[in-house]
């Protein structure tokens, strides 16, 4: 299976791309083939498509190995032990098909592991046991303009298969067709708005089936009546903006009109640049502050007292260097401001590189240099850090919460993000 982000392919047209939120351009240690913080999906150069074809009633297992051993890709969805239903699935010319999982087996193009909150190490990413499906979900795209793309719940395997388990929930729709979800489920939000921009509102998440139809969330899945209840009128469409949530790492769909209005990467890192050779200065030290697209650890940062890294006081947004004035009970965590004498943690402020993050601003030339989330000090636009703290996300076991698109680190409740306060007003409201 072809590579969809080889140099062989990029003059094909590309339908746009997933992005894993909680990496800041790159997984930590780098991306590594696959396994990567953004996918690019391009045209393919033959369609590898799908389209259901028939359906079989199996009523032994001779009859389910004979048709899903045979040379076409299947589901199969198990009524009961001497029942079966296995639809059949034919080339589909016209689409494109994208998978998505942990696997990495050689039909997943996009190989995505449990988003772990503030890593900074390729080690870091490594969980005791993950919750992301090997065949999580596959996307189709139109090989036609407006290249529309749809995402459905699971992915097949090596043997071209999809199994849906006596136990795992399935049911006819009212086509008498087959359809079923995943044991841990594949849930999507659209945005509330045209364009993914500060004026664009969250919805509800809901819930994808293996067939493509979407859901409302009831209070408990195994209790849901999907069969009875109609689909909602939300549909799997991809739009820009559209969050898709694995059941433990959550991708943001962009569009490629939609990454239009997006600064580019040389762009974050030449406002970076004008703001550092502004030279900027800490107003204790007195000393030029750099911010670093890569700080220093939390190690070496808290152990010298003269790094010319910036640091932002998380309760106020002065920004100040590394120094030791204000440090109360031998607690990071609790630092009196000398400006303003507010209490509160001091981190070094990072920038936010990832361009796929940043949302439309309602005003010209907006910079992307003056705020920074909080608790983890990435740095980011105004109209960025609006956007993303209204954004709730599902959070392991603690229910939907906001974010960071940077690091995934739960922001604020009380106050998500701050204005960047620098000693000589770089930044003015």
Same mark, same amino acid.
């Given at each position: 299976?072809?590579?969809?982000?080889?140099?062989?392919?990029?003059?094909?047209?590309?339908?746009?791309?997933?992005?894993?939120?909680?990496?800041?351009?790159?997984?930590?240690?780098?991306?590594?083939?696959?396994?990567k913080?953004?996918?690019?999906?391009?045209?393919?150069?033959?369609?590898?498509?799908?389209?259901?074809?028939?359906?079989?009633?199996?009523k032994?297992?001779?009859?389910?190995?004979?048709? $899903?051993?045979? =040379?076409?890709?299947?589901? /199969?969805?198990?009524?009961s032990?001497?029942?079966?239903?296995?639809?059949?699935y034919?080339?589909?010319?016209?689409?494109d098909?994208?998978?998505?999982?942990?696997?990495?087996?050689?039909?997943? =193009?996009?190989?995505?592991?449990?988003?772990?909150?503030?890593?900074?190490?390729?080690?870091?990413?490594t969980?005791?046991?993950?919750?992301?499906?090997?065949?999580?979900?596959?996307?189709?795209?139109?090989?036609?303009?407006?290249?529309?793309?749809?995402?459905?719940?699971a992915?097949?395997?090596?043997?071209?298969?999809?199994?849906?388990?006596? %136990? *795992?929930?399935?049911?006819?729709?009212?086509?008498? #067709?087959m359809?079923?979800? !995943? !044991?841990?489920?594949?849930?999507?939000?659209?945005?509330?708005?045209?364009?993914?921009?500060?004026?664009?509102?969250?919805?509800?998440?809901?819930?994808?089936?293996?067939?493509?139809?979407v859901?409302?969330?009831?209070?408990?899945? @195994?209790?849901?009546?999907?069969?009875?209840?109609?689909?909602? !009128? !939300?549909?799997?469409?991809?739009?820009?903006g559209?969050?898709?949530?694995?059941?433990?790492?959550?991708?943001?769909?962009?569009?490629?009109?939609?990454? %239009?209005? $997006?600064p580019?990467?040389?762009?974050? #890192?030449?406002e970076?640049?004008?703001?550092?050779?502004?030279?900027?200065?800490?107003?204790?030290?007195?000393?030029?502050?750099?911010?670093?697209?890569h700080?220093?650890?939390?190690? /070496?940062?808290t152990?010298?007292?003269?790094?010319?890294?910036?640091?932002?006081?998380?309760?106020?947004?002065?920004?100040?260097?590394?120094?030791?004035?204000?440090v109360?009970?031998?607690n990071?965590?609790?630092?009196?401001?000398?400006?303003?004498?507010?209490?509160?943690?001091?981190?070094?402020?990072i920038?936010g590189?990832?361009?796929?993050?940043?949302?439309?601003?309602?005003?010209?030339? #907006?910079?992307?240099?003056?705020?920074?989330?909080?608790?983890?000090?990435?740095?980011?636009?105004? *109209?960025?850090? @609006?956007?993303?703290?209204?954004?709730?996300?599902?959070?392991?076991?603690?229910?939907l919460?906001?974010i960071?698109?940077?690091? /995934?680190?739960a922001?604020?409740?009380?106050?998500?993000f701050?204005?960047?306060?620098?000693?000589?007003?770089?930044h003015?409201?």
């Amino acid at each position: 299976m072809p590579d969809i982000n080889t140099n062989e392919e990029q003059q094909q047209i590309n339908y746009g791309e997933l992005v894993v939120l909680g990496y800041n351009g790159q997984i930590p240690g780098g991306d590594r083939g696959r396994r990567k913080s953004k996918f690019q999906l391009k045209q393919r150069a033959q369609a590898n498509g799908l389209k259901a074809q028939r359906q079989h009633l199996c009523k032994n297992a001779d009859e389910v190995q004979k048709l $899903t051993q045979a =040379d076409f890709h299947s589901i /199969s969805y198990t009524l009961s032990r001497n029942q079966t239903v296995v639809v059949q699935y034919s080339h589909d010319e016209d689409s494109d098909m994208f998978q998505i999982g942990r696997s990495s087996e050689n039909q997943i =193009d996009c190989i995505v592991m449990d988003t772990v909150a503030g890593a900074k190490t390729f080690d870091d990413l490594t969980v005791p046991q993950s919750t992301i499906s090997r065949y999580a979900c596959r996307i189709v795209v139109s090989r036609h303009p407006p290249y529309t793309a749809r995402i459905f719940a699971a992915g097949f395997d090596a043997s071209k298969n999809i199994f849906l388990g006596e %136990k *795992s929930i399935k049911w006819k729709n009212e086509h008498n #067709e087959m359809d079923g979800v !995943t !044991t841990n489920g594949i849930l999507v939000m659209h945005l509330d708005g045209y364009q993914f921009d500060t004026n664009s509102k969250p919805s509800k998440w809901k819930e994808v089936s293996v067939g493509g139809s979407v859901f409302d969330l009831g209070e408990g899945r @195994l209790k849901f009546n999907y069969q009875l209840t109609p689909p909602s !009128t !939300t549909d799997n469409i991809l739009k820009d903006g559209s969050l898709i949530d694995l059941c433990g790492a959550t991708l943001l769909w962009r569009s490629v009109d939609g990454l %239009k209005n $997006t600064p580019t990467r040389r762009l974050l #890192e030449l406002e970076l640049d004008q703001l550092n050779s502004k030279k900027p200065q800490c107003p204790v030290g007195l000393n030029t502050l750099i911010i670093k697209t890569h700080p220093l650890s939390s190690t /070496s940062s808290t152990s010298s007292s003269s790094s010319p890294n910036a640091f932002v006081y998380l309760s106020c947004g002065h920004v100040h260097g590394n120094h030791k004035w204000g440090v109360r009970n031998d607690n990071n965590e609790s630092r009196e401001c000398p400006l303003c004498r507010t209490i509160g943690p001091l981190i070094p402020i990072i920038p936010g590189i990832e361009p796929a993050f940043y949302v439309v601003s309602s005003t010209d030339n #907006e910079s992307t240099t003056s705020y920074a989330f909080q608790p983890c000090g990435h740095m980011t636009s105004q *109209s960025t850090a @609006l956007y993303w703290s209204k954004i709730k996300v599902p959070y392991g076991t603690k229910g939907l919460k906001s974010i960071c698109p940077f690091c /995934s680190v739960a922001l604020s409740e009380t106050k998500p993000f701050v204005r960047l306060i620098f000693q000589d007003s770089i930044h003015r409201q």
